[in-house]
């Protein structure tokens, strides 16, 4: 009968975002664990708090199902000799498979030619008691803790040490041993409200009971609930509203056992300090939820979720009031010595700050940006005046007091400066948003200086780290050269603006040479670039399946120097995937390619070389759609531009149905070829039709 199985890790306190991630890795890792020892199961749930993590298996098979396979050996002719006896790999191959040498047979194999050595391996499933132990040891070692520990005097490590086992399968305790403790059946309570030990039955609804009893809610979910609760009876009883954070709530949750609610309030004199600053200083340090008056203006409030029920809250209420007023006090003085100075007495400063060793200091950075910023500016029509001011002063307030006491404020601050300073609003905005996007689903920059900036940042990040050999590796990516390249065909591809990459690339790559005195073969690093780029673009595209790979490939491989316009190929080229005349229309396109063979034949073709009626007819209808082709194109309304080539079908289908192209006759050959390349020439400016699977 299906049993379930009950596993809890008590340990001291995890770190929340160590939690987080270990309930998803050990259900994952489980799941596939099970499937691996074929043991069959209904489900299997994972859920934990501060001091445990714990594991439900449910409806876990009693013994591993039977194995029987077939198994393939050495080829018939090197397993017998030559009077038809066994030799050592016969013998070998059935040592390993646990089979009587007798029982050995010779059969094709699919995929290979001749007769091959083979025989049925049965292995009989063993009980879950026997598999368990050995696969719950194996998961929890091999759990992805960013930091784990060792304790005492053992050599196995966790993330923290570990004061408690329960590991029962059907109710009865399963014997297993893990990080030195033997495992049982009891689990704790909450720390301080109900330490004392709790015994457990193996169920599911009673564990979760039991510990909710003793002041443990072990449903991550479940004390997400509570602490929404317990901000609506605060909010109830202030008449203050908290700012919305449900990444908040999901960080405190794992934070505490039992959430308890309290609320504080801090020296009003504090608001003067940036509401950015305010808010920051009690989320990220001090987790706790800024609070709104009925118009959405930050009051001198907070909610804190303590872990415990207390028997007196204004204690808790003082001291997390004392610890936030001292970070506020700090905030405070730093942003009044801040405002002693102008920002560009800031971005002075980055004259001392080392962006890269070979890439000199930020101050050299921001030049860069500013030079490559002004030109793009010019090209798509943005004010250069308002890029270059809000360039120059871009990354001035990462030398700040207040930046450097909260870095993640980085942008924000400057763009206050700025506004304090009396910038106009485009270059105060652009300082803080040029950082936009931050990842895949980041929102957009609502300014074009702002944009423009931001492409030319990156653009020098990348380009500046391929120049030195900085490249992404497979686990390694220091400079976010991923995310910046998705951040700049997001910019160009989303604010449908036309540009040529490889200049860009060239003209960034060419600032950077030239500044930093780097002497390398710079059309090599832009060749590296730009295929970075497109392989970024490529994911960009097909992401969540929205354009189909092929179409996306063919696009892209004729080009994707301007992000827009590849783009549109690629949808065009969607598009035509969806007639229902695809397949033979692809495959007369990829048949003009393919006998070209990559290659672009020189010279005109002559009419009048023509021998064959079919030629003629071809380009006679070729001739008769490149006006309305070249129209098409011109407009980069590339969907009609293959509406018209469709035509050309029946002419090409006929032409090499009744045509020898590689005809004996090197002129006549010629001529077919350049008629053929002019064709194909069309094509290309849209995709590269060979890629698309037909």
Same mark, same amino acid.
């Given at each position: 009968?299906?049993?379930?199985?009950?596993?809890?890790?008590?340990?001291?306190?995890?770190?929340?975002?160590?939690?987080?991630?270990?309930?998803?890795?050990?259900?994952?890792?489980?799941?596939?664990?099970?499937?691996?020892?074929?043991?069959?199961?209904?489900?299997?749930?994972?859920?934990?708090?501060?001091?445990?993590?714990?594991?439900?298996?449910?409806?876990?098979?009693?013994?591993?199902?039977?194995?029987?396979?077939?198994?393939?050996?050495?080829?018939?002719?090197?397993?017998?000799?030559?009077?038809?006896?066994?030799?050592?790999?016969?013998?070998?191959?059935?040592?390993?498979?646990?089979?009587?040498?007798?029982?050995?047979?010779?059969?094709? @194999?699919?995929?290979?030619?001749?007769?091959?050595?083979?025989?049925?391996?049965?292995?009989?499933?063993?009980?879950?008691?026997?598999?368990?132990?050995?696969?719950?040891?194996?998961?929890?070692?091999?759990?992805?803790?960013?930091?784990?520990?060792?304790?005492?005097?053992?050599?196995?490590?966790?993330?923290?040490?570990?004061?408690?086992?329960?590991?029962?399968?059907?109710?009865?305790?399963?014997?297993?041993?893990?990080?030195?403790?033997?495992?049982?059946?009891?689990?704790?309570?909450?720390?301080?409200?109900?330490?004392?030990?709790?015994?457990?039955?193996?169920?599911?609804?009673?564990?979760?009971?039991?510990?909710?009893?003793?002041?443990?809610?072990?449903?991550?979910?479940?004390?997400?609930?509570?602490?929404?609760?317990?901000?609506?009876?605060?909010?109830?009883?202030?008449?203050?509203?908290?700012?919305?954070?449900?990444?908040?709530?999901?960080?405190?949750?794992?934070?505490?056992?039992?959430?308890?609610?309290?609320?504080?309030?801090?020296?009003?004199?504090?608001?003067?300090?940036?509401?950015?600053?305010?808010?920051?200083?009690?989320?990220?340090?001090?987790?706790?939820?800024?609070?709104?008056?009925?118009?959405?203006?930050?009051?001198?409030?907070?909610?804190?979720?303590?872990?415990?029920?207390?028997?007196? #809250?204004?204690? @808790?209420?003082?001291?997390?009031?004392?610890?936030?007023?001292?970070?506020?006090?700090?905030?405070?003085?730093?942003?009044?010595?801040?405002?002693?100075?102008?920002?560009?007495?800031?971005?002075?400063?980055?004259?001392?700050?080392?962006?890269?060793?070979?890439?000199?200091?930020?101050?050299?950075?921001?030049?860069?940006?500013?030079?490559?910023?002004?030109?793009?500016?010019?090209?798509?029509?943005?004010?250069?005046?308002?890029?270059?001011?809000?360039?120059?002063?871009?990354?001035?307030?990462?030398?700040?007091?207040?930046?450097?006491?909260?870095?993640?404020?980085?942008?924000?601050?400057?763009?206050?400066?700025?506004?304090?300073?009396?910038?106009?609003?485009?270059?105060?905005?652009?300082?803080?948003?040029?950082?936009?996007?931050?990842?895949? /689903?980041?929102?957009?920059?609502?300014?074009?200086?702002?944009?423009?900036?931001?492409?030319?940042?990156?653009?020098?990040?990348?380009?500046?780290?391929?120049?030195?050999?900085?490249?992404?590796?497979?686990?390694?990516?220091?400079?976010?050269?991923?995310?910046?390249?998705?951040?700049?065909?997001?910019?160009?591809?989303?604010?449908?603006?036309?540009?040529?990459?490889?200049?860009?690339?060239?003209?960034? @790559?060419?600032?950077?040479?030239?500044?930093?005195?780097?002497?390398?073969?710079?059309?090599?690093?832009?060749?590296?670039?730009?295929?970075?780029?497109?392989?970024?673009?490529?994911?960009?595209?097909?992401?969540?399946?929205?354009?189909?790979?092929?179409?996306?490939?063919?696009?892209?491989?004729?080009?994707?120097?301007?992000?827009?316009?590849?783009?549109?190929?690629?949808?065009?080229?969607?598009?035509?995937?969806?007639?229902?005349?695809?397949?033979?229309?692809?495959?007369?396109?990829?048949? @003009?390619?393919?006998?070209?063979?990559?290659?672009?034949?020189?010279?005109?073709?002559?009419?009048?070389?023509?021998?064959?009626?079919?030629?003629?007819?071809?380009?006679?209808?070729?001739?008769?759609?490149?006006?309305?082709?070249? /129209? /098409?194109?011109?407009?980069?309304?590339? #969907?009609?531009?293959?509406?018209?080539?469709?035509?050309?079908?029946?002419?090409?289908?006929?032409?090499?149905?009744?045509?020898?192209?590689?005809?004996?006759?090197?002129?006549?050959?010629?001529?077919?070829?350049?008629?053929?390349?002019?064709?194909?020439?069309?094509?290309?400016?849209?995709?590269?039709?060979?890629?698309?699977?037909?």
């Amino acid at each position: 009968m299906p049993r379930n199985y009950l596993l809890e890790i008590g340990t001291e306190e995890i770190p929340a975002g160590y939690l987080a991630k270990a309930m998803v890795a050990i259900a994952a890792s489980c799941q596939r664990a099970l499937e691996a020892s074929r043991l069959s199961f209904q489900g299997v749930q994972s859920m934990g708090t501060p001091r445990r993590l714990t594991l439900f298996i449910a409806g876990l098979a009693d013994r591993q199902s039977d194995l029987e396979e077939d198994m393939v050996g050495p080829p018939a002719g090197v397993a017998f000799d030559a009077a038809g006896k066994p030799t050592k790999a016969a013998e070998g191959f059935a040592k390993r498979n646990g089979v009587a040498l007798e029982s050995l047979r010779t059969g094709p @194999v699919e995929g290979k030619q001749g007769e091959y050595l083979l025989c049925t391996r049965s292995e009989q499933g063993l009980a879950s008691e026997e598999i368990l132990p050995g696969l719950i040891a194996e998961l929890l070692g091999g759990l992805p803790w960013p930091k784990s520990m060792r304790w005492g005097g053992g050599e196995e490590s966790f993330v923290r040490p570990v004061h408690w086992v329960v590991s029962l399968l059907g109710g009865e305790l399963m014997r297993m041993r893990f990080a030195g403790i033997e495992a049982g059946r009891q689990t704790r309570g909450h720390r301080f409200l109900a330490p004392q030990g709790i015994e457990l039955d193996g169920a599911l609804d009673s564990y979760i009971s039991a510990l909710r009893e003793a002041f443990v809610i072990v449903e991550p979910a479940a004390r997400e609930r509570m602490i929404a609760a317990e901000i609506s009876r605060i909010e109830s009883e202030t008449g203050a509203k908290v700012r919305p954070d449900e990444e908040l709530v999901s960080e405190v949750a794992n934070l505490v056992e039992y959430p308890v609610g309290v609320c504080g309030e801090f020296p009003p004199e504090y608001l003067e300090v940036p509401e950015q600053v305010i808010v920051s200083a009690m989320r990220a340090h001090q987790r706790y939820f800024a609070m709104n008056d009925a118009k959405g203006v930050l009051l001198n409030r907070f909610i804190t979720i303590a872990g415990t029920i207390t028997r007196n #809250v204004d204690v @808790v209420r003082r001291g997390n009031q004392r610890v936030l007023a001292a970070r506020l006090s700090d905030a405070q003085f730093f942003f009044r010595e801040d405002r002693k100075h102008e920002l560009s007495y800031f971005a002075g400063k980055l004259e001392d700050v080392v962006f890269q060793k070979k890439l000199g200091t930020i101050g050299d950075k921001v030049r860069r940006i500013e030079s490559g910023a002004s030109a793009l500016a010019t090209q798509l029509g943005v004010d250069a005046a308002l890029v270059a001011r809000a360039a120059s002063l871009c990354k001035a307030d990462l030398c700040s007091q207040m930046v450097y006491e909260f870095p993640e404020l980085q942008g924000t601050m400057g763009r206050r400066y700025a506004k304090l300073a009396g910038e106009p609003d485009e270059v105060s905005t652009a300082i803080e948003e040029h950082y936009l996007p931050r990842g895949a /689903s980041d929102e957009l920059p609502t300014s074009s200086v702002a944009a423009v900036i931001g492409v030319a940042d990156r653009l020098d990040t990348i380009c500046g780290c391929f120049a030195i050999g900085v490249t992404p590796t497979g686990s390694a990516d220091p400079f976010g050269l991923r995310r910046a390249a998705l951040g700049v065909l997001r910019l160009f591809a989303e604010r449908q603006w036309n540009v040529d990459l490889a200049r860009l690339v060239e003209r960034a @790559v060419g600032e950077v040479c030239t500044q930093q005195s780097i002497k390398l073969d710079q059309a090599k690093i832009c060749a590296d670039v730009l295929e970075f780029l497109r392989i970024r673009f490529r994911g960009l595209l097909t992401e969540g399946k929205s354009l189909p790979g092929d179409c996306v490939d063919a696009a892209l491989s004729v080009g994707v120097l301007d992000p827009r316009d590849a783009r549109a190929r690629a949808e065009a080229v969607s598009q035509l995937r969806g007639r229902e005349d695809f397949e033979p229309l692809a495959a007369a396109f990829k048949r @003009v390619a393919n006998i070209l063979k990559g290659q672009s034949p020189a010279g005109t073709p002559n009419p009048a070389a023509f021998v064959e009626d079919k030629e003629r007819g071809l380009w006679t209808a070729f001739e008769g759609i490149r006006e309305r082709v070249d /129209s /098409s194109l011109s407009e980069h309304n590339y #969907v009609r531009a293959l509406q018209v080539l469709s035509e050309l079908k029946g002419p090409v289908d006929a032409f090499f149905d009744a045509v020898l192209v590689m005809d004996k006759d090197e002129t006549i050959r010629d001529n077919r070829l350049a008629m053929l390349g002019r064709i194909n020439d069309t094509f290309t400016r849209i995709a590269d039709f060979r890629q698309l699977a037909v």
